[in-house]
């Protein structure tokens, strides 16, 4: 499916400042990059950086001098997903699992897997199937967890929302894959971009592992799960911050779009019954 | 300098589970592995994984039969660490810094560095040489935090530790990490045996990222810090624990032993006048 | 109901000290002491001490030299409780509340109810009866939080417990204490001797206020309801405390007993279906 | 010296609800209420609420319809403050201590001393005279915490303060009772009217117990100690919040103001050196 993204991004910042931006669209083999433009004005010296694990692209911006920064980002993305059948999945012991995915079953700053062992294993332990126990704890959350602007900072982590009960779709996903990691199951943050959200902005979920794929989960289920643009992935938002902020840099204003550029789109959502997970790479 | 080494690691374990070990001695440039030798009794298979960064050697085994599992390491490890002299040392920004350490800027499960921003800065935040500043708060952590066995578990995180103001090795080098990188200073967490450690057990400590090298810091002042042999390096405790437990496996006795393997050992302690730091890689 | 109760209780203390206990049997309209005797081994000067709002029975005692202190408390105590029917119970808004209880509406140390709201809303904010509403998150309680021994420590709170599901008396009740509170349901700590508590020791519950009584509530469901002798009641574990300690006070040794003196115990516990509430006073 | 004070409160309401309010200024033996009117527009039924230890004087409205309230009170106080010399102030143990103060020395929801024993012991614990104590911490806790509007929330608790160094008034006084009773120094919470604190507002500040007498302590420094209109003390704000609301009230505005009625106001603020501690009654 082709997507227009673009993001708009206004900073005030002073010499001797450093920002770091995770507003790319990522390459991957289901994910290409038709075409894309990066401008900063006025102009100061930045640079992509591509970490060996691949799961973003960052680009580093030296602040040169005292100004009001406007960045903008706009490409045009080609991406396709998978549609596995998880049927008949079984679960994968440590025993089995590919090594490079242990990182993702230790807790992480906001995903205290740590703590949410018993009562992962209440809700969701006498499931059996990867696939229904993610489906499962994706749809407590949805139930159970209000989404209610301004409720969280940039503190809050899944031990908090577990019992507050209430946050934005970062919390949803750190909860989510707190409680995949509680249950052996690898789970990473997701940020992206993300058609039909409203209002509009960068959006927030996760990946499980399952039967080797990294499944996509949106707890919010605020939007069609074809409808994102990967920009990264990671253990949680300490390391998919959109921007990372050193020195005096003064936030000021940010603009998200996410336009379809082809017809025919179909959207689609889980349906707890189909046992169908979707993607992308 | 030659140390011998060894670990040994009861448990008793029931089929279907699996079970982690991080005790192999690192191979890095500056420490090379003699020889060694690992057995499990009885036997069981176990797969040796490096993950590609590169940071420790993991010991995956898989648990085949209900048993009283003896594990037994040994080593005779050659490490040497280089002496730099940091005097003129000037702080590098984040917009110089190599990006493969950027992951070591952010706060993480035991290292709630975005908590401990003021503290750090009201602390260290005069200090300008880096070097001076990481001196500096392991001193204040040595001064102020009691060295107290049986005071914290596997939850206390920094952010317990700097007001509760006591823990173990583990603690204290997880706040001696969450502010360095309060200060924006790349630091990770350091596991390994330790030459002279009373009682005998495995050791932590915390690196700093400081003009390109990882330098050796430990606010315990236990041991030499020359009298180490790494086994990992990782974000935090939640990465390089000794041993990771999946299933009914039931922690029964654990002995280690570090001892000198040639002659003429000087050991090193930082002066924090002399301003020279050691490193391990 | 007539019970013989007892408790040793062994410190070794040092001049300068002081020792505040709280094991003395309470004098209500429903409980009389009928007979009780309190030494010390050796004598220091202690005193009995009823603060104005008649919760508790201190005994403070003075450390008058270095010791290794016995303390014994024997009672015979008779007590009754009254049985009321919830059945037509209507909630009791703020504004018809007896102004005396509104201090058990508020958060205190160990039962953070204003972090509870939406949970205990969620779970429990349709169940229009209060009675029905307390029964119902006793229930929650005993079905969801694991009785385990030295799982939690003086430091844990109805915050952890909600969501680590492990605890001990004392955590169950201050759960359900912070959950009550959450509903503006008042409620408060209640510590005391129990019959047929396995192994035996202090015992700690809660009681809410519904109806003008305060009605008792036990989440462990491990004794009868009518085999209590009530020492203290209080906000939480923190004013409530067997033993403060202030001072060199070491403690060595407890043990209490708590047997019937009469015959014919019928024990009592909550039938979900009877809404019959026990009161002591 | 005489004040006039005058709080102004608005509201949304509706039936059903209840709203506690504690804003009336306290009658004590230094405390004389002049004059005083308190008119709610429109009309519903209120009623003041003295409770038995006397340390607020609350009012409880009765929601009776849907409305958009205002509430104004207004008040003439004439108080006036005792200062003592605590050069000679010797530590009074639990031993000897009042024990109607004994609730003062317990945690309690946002005073979590039991966390903050050996931070208190490491910073103050050397000091004999409990005077000086208390002005040691008021001063660190003035030079280390930044005053910063909208840093904190009515979750935010003495346990995050001493970390995170940044709060309101409110938060002042949390770290201060905590610290006061981590030191085994009964402390309570102040709320009161402030003469000339910029902008308007109620104040928060803290009592500790020495040498029999309450004495006042203001960590701010915001304002001169004896500008000050007592309306409750308390274990901490739970209990003394300026408005507790139940059902579905909201909140639109207040005004605050607070003038002297007489002449020749000359500013009391501690001279670390004089050892004249203020107490309001």
Not at 36 to 60: H, L
Not at 208 to 220: M, R
Request: glycine share 4%.
């Amino acid at each position: 499916m082709k997507f227009e993204i673009s993001a708009e991004l206004g900073y005030s910042v002073s010499e001797t400042s450093a920002l770091l931006l995770n507003i790319h669209a990522l390459r991957t083999p289901r994910q290409k990059v038709v075409e894309e433009s990066f401008t900063i004005d006025p102009y100061m010296k930045a640079e992509e950086i591509v970490p060996a694990q691949g799961e973003n692209r960052f680009v580093r911006i030296e602040i040169a001098k005292t100004a009001n920064l406007s960045i903008s980002y706009r490409a045009t993305v080609d991406n396709y997903f998978e549609v596995n059948d998880y049927t008949k999945q079984q679960p994968i012991s440590v025993a089995q699992l590919d090594p490079s995915v242990f990182q993702y079953l230790h807790p992480s700053r906001y995903c205290q897997s740590d703590k949410l062992y018993r009562f992962a294993e209440t809700k969701f332990g006498k499931i059996k199937n990867p696939f229904s126990q993610v489906i499962a704890l994706t749809n407590w959350i949805n139930e159970n967890v209000l989404y209610l602007s301004g409720s969280t900072n940039s503190q809050t982590s899944a031990y908090d929302t577990v019992t507050e009960l209430a946050g934005v779709c970062r919390d949803f996903a750190h909860l989510g894959i707190a409680l995949c990691r509680a249950l052996t199951i690898p789970a990473r943050y997701f940020t992206g971009y993300a058609y039909q959200l409203q209002p509009p902005d960068f959006h927030a979920c996760f990946e499980a592992y399952i039967g080797n794929e990294w499944v996509l989960f949106d707890p919010t289920k605020l939007v069609p799960l074809n409808g994102l643009v990967k920009i990264a992935t990671g253990r949680d938002a300490a390391e998919t911050a959109v921007a990372s902020i050193y020195g005096m840099v003064q936030f000021n204003m940010m603009s998200v779009t996410c336009e379809l550029a082809e017809k025919n789109f179909i959207p689609f959502y889980y349906d707890t019954d189909a046992m169908k997970g979707i993607s992308y790479k």
